[in-house]
C-alpha cells in the first residue's frame, strides 16, 4: 500500500470510532494548545523586546562611565572630559561620541512656566535612531542653531495634547547662575564692614601664642566663607535665550539611557553650562572636585560628564569596542550585550513553559496508547487477513505508526489553531489593562513560523512515538490465531 493509501484506511478506521477518536484527539489537541499559547507569550515578549532595541539603535549603542572612586584601577585619576570624548570617538568601530550634558532651567510657554531639565546635544547625536523617533516637526538643523525638541513628557506637564500645534511656537529658557564675582563680592562687602571691628577685635600680643593664632584663623576663614557661599548662591543672576520649536520627540522607556524634557542644540546651550554654577548643589560639588569651579566663562576643556555615549558601527563586534574603552581606564556598557543577556534568559523561560505543555502532551499520549491497543484487540481479523494477503510485520506495524501519526497530526493542528486563539484572548486582556492603567499597549504574544513548526512536529513525533508499542504488538499478531478467533 502506498502511504497515501494507509492514511486513507488510518481515517477510515479513526472515524468507526468517532467518540475514542474524539476524546484521544482532544487530548493531544489541549496539550498543543498549551504548547503554543504559553511559548507565544515568551516569543511575543521577546520579539518586543527585539523591536524596542532595534527601533531605538540599542544594538549600536555604548555607554561609557567614569570608574568608581574607590576602584584601585580609578587611581589615575582618568575623567570623561572632552579630551577623553576625543579618544572615545576616535576608536575604530565608533561612528560618534557625544556626553550626557544636562542642566536644570526654568521652561516658559505661553501662559504655563514649569521647571524641567534640559539636554545639550550635537547635531550628529539627533541623527541616530535613539534620538530621532519624532512624533512631529524635524529636528534642528545646527549646533547653534536658535531651536529646541521638546518630548511628550513636557507636552504633558504643560497640559498640551495636540504635538503639532507647538511646532514653529517659541519656549523661553531661563536659569540662576551663581558666580564667583557675586561670591567675592559679599566677602570684600563684609571686609569694608568688618574691617575696622575685626583690627580691633585682634589681641595682637597673643599673636604670639599658637593655640590663639589658630583660632582666630579658623574664626575669620569660617566667616569668610559663610560670606563667599553666601554671596554664591543667594546673589544669582538669571540668564535666558528664546528657541524655537522644531519638533517633539518620542520618549520611550529605554533603561540607562537618558533623555531630557527639552533638546538644545550643543553650542547654543554651551551659554547655559559654561557661565556659572546652577543652583543645584551637586554641581557646585562636581566643579570643586574637577577643578573648574574658577573657570572663565565659556571654557569648556575643565568640563567632566558623568557618561558619554556611542554610536557603534554594526559591522565592528561590540566586544572588541568594550574591551577598547576599558583599555582606557573607564567603565562601558554596551545594550547589545545586555540583549545577549536577555536572550539567554527567554530561552530558559521557553523551556520552563516547553516543560509544561510537553507534560501534558505525555499525559496525551497515554490515551493514544490504549486507543491504539483497544484498536488491536477490535482488529484482530483485519491484521489476520492483511497479513494472509502478503502483509509482513513492517507493513502491519507501519499501518499502526500511520494511524497514531494521523491522531498526532489532527490534535497538533487544532491545537495550533486553539493557541492562537488562547494568545489573541490574552493579548487583547492584556491591552485593555495597559489602556485603563495609562500605559503604552504593547503585542506581548507572537506565533512566528518556527513555533509552529516545532508544535506540529512534537505533535506528531510523540504520537507516533506512543503507537510505538501498540504497533509493534499489532505486527506480532499471529494471523492463524486471529482467524481462527473468528
Same mark, same amino acid.
Given at each position: ?418 493557541? $492562537? ?28 513560523? $518556527? ?36
Amino acid at each position: 500500500m502506498t502511504f497515501r493509501d494507509l492514511v486513507a484506511v488510518s481515517l477510515g478506521n479513526l472515524m468507526r470510532m468517532k467518540l475514542r477518536t474524539f476524546l484521544t484527539v482532544s487530548g493531544v489537541l489541549i496539550a498543543i494548545a498549551a504548547f503554543v499559547s504559553m511559548l507565544s507569550f515568551g516569543a511575543g515578549n521577546q520579539a518586543y523586546i527585539s523591536k524596542q532595541f532595534d527601533e531605538l539603535g540599542l544594538f549600536n549603542t555604548m555607554q561609557v562611565y567614569p570608574k568608581a572612586k574607590n576602584d584601585s584601577v580609578a587611581a589615575d585619576g582618568k575623567a570623561l572630559d572632552n579630551s577623553a570624548i576625543e579618544r572615545l570617538s576616535r576608536l575604530p568601530g565608533v561612528n560618534l561620541a557625544y556626553p550626557y550634558d544636562a542642566f536644570s532651567v526654568s521652561a516658559q510657554m505661553g501662559d504655563s512656566t514649569i521647571s524641567a531639565k534640559a539636554q545639550a546635544l550635537p547635531t550628529g547625536a539627533i541623527k541616530t535612531k535613539l534620538f530621532s523617533q519624532l512624533q512631529s516637526g524635524t529636528p534642528f538643523s545646527g549646533d547653534s542653531t536658535r531651536q529646541a525638541m521638546l518630548t511628550e513628557s513636557f507636552l504633558k506637564k504643560i497640559g498640551v495634547t495636540d504635538s503639532d500645534s507647538i511646532i514653529g511656537k517659541t519656549i523661553i529658557i531661563s536659569m540662576k547662575i551663581s558666580t564667583i564675582d557675586s561670591g567675592f563680592g559679599y566677602v570684600l562687602k563684609g571686609l569694608r564692614e568688618q574691617g575696622a571691628d575685626l583690627i580691633e577685635k585682634i589681641e595682637f600680643d597673643s599673636l604670639l601664642h599658637a593655640n590663639y593664632r589658630n583660632r582666630l584663623i579658623r574664626s575669620e576663614a569660617n566667616s569668610v566663607a559663610k560670606q563667599f557661599m553666601n554671596g554664591f548662591l543667594n546673589a544669582r543672576e538669571t540668564i535666558s535665550d528664546t528657541l524655537k520649536v522644531c519638533g517633539i520627540l518620542q520618549q520611550k522607556r529605554m533603561g540607562r539611557i537618558k533623555i531630557e524634557s527639552i533638546i538644545v542644540p550643543a553650542k547654543t546651550a554651551l551659554r547655559f553650562s559654561t557661565t556659572g554654577i546652577s543652583g543645584d548643589p551637586t554641581q557646585l560639588f562636581e566643579a570643586m572636585n574637577s577643578g573648574t569651579l574658577f573657570a572663565e566663562p565659556g571654557d569648556t576643556d575643565g568640563r567632566n560628564f558623568p557618561e558619554v555615549t556611542l554610536d557603534l558601527d554594526p559591522r565592528v563586534p561590540y566586544k572588541q569596542i568594550k574591551d577598547s574603552v576599558e583599555a582606557f581606564g573607564f567603565k562601558a556598557f554596551s545594550f547589545a550585550e545586555q540583549f545577549d543577556e536577555i536572550r539567554k534568559m527567554f530561552i530558559y523561560f521557553d523551556m520552563a513553559l516547553a516543560m509544561i505543555g510537553l507534560i501534558a502532551l505525555t499525559t496525551a499520549s497515554l490515551g493514544i496508547v490504549n486507543t491504539m491497543v483497544m484498536s488491536i484487540l477490535e482488529r484482530k481479523r483485519e491484521i489476520g487477513v492483511l497479513k494472509s494477503l502478503g502483509a509482513d510485520d513492517n507493513d502491519i506495524r507501519f499501518l499502526f505508526l500511520v494511524e497514531s501519526g494521523v491522531i498526532g497530526s489532527i490534535g497538533a493542528v487544532a491545537g495550533i489553531f486553539l493557541g $492562537w486563539l488562547i494568545s489573541r484572548a490574552a493579548s487583547g486582556v492584556a491591552q485593555y489593562y495597559m489602556t485603563r492603567q495609562g500605559l503604552p499597549t504593547a503585542e506581548l504574544f507572537a506565533l512566528p513560523p $518556527w513555533l509552529i513548526l516545532i508544535a506540529l512536529a512534537i505533535g506528531i513525533v510523540v504520537s507516533v512515538l506512543a503507537g510505538l508499542y501498540p504497533a509493534t504488538r499489532a505486527a506480532h499478531v499471529d494471523p492463524v490465531e486471529a482467524l481462527r478467533g473468528e
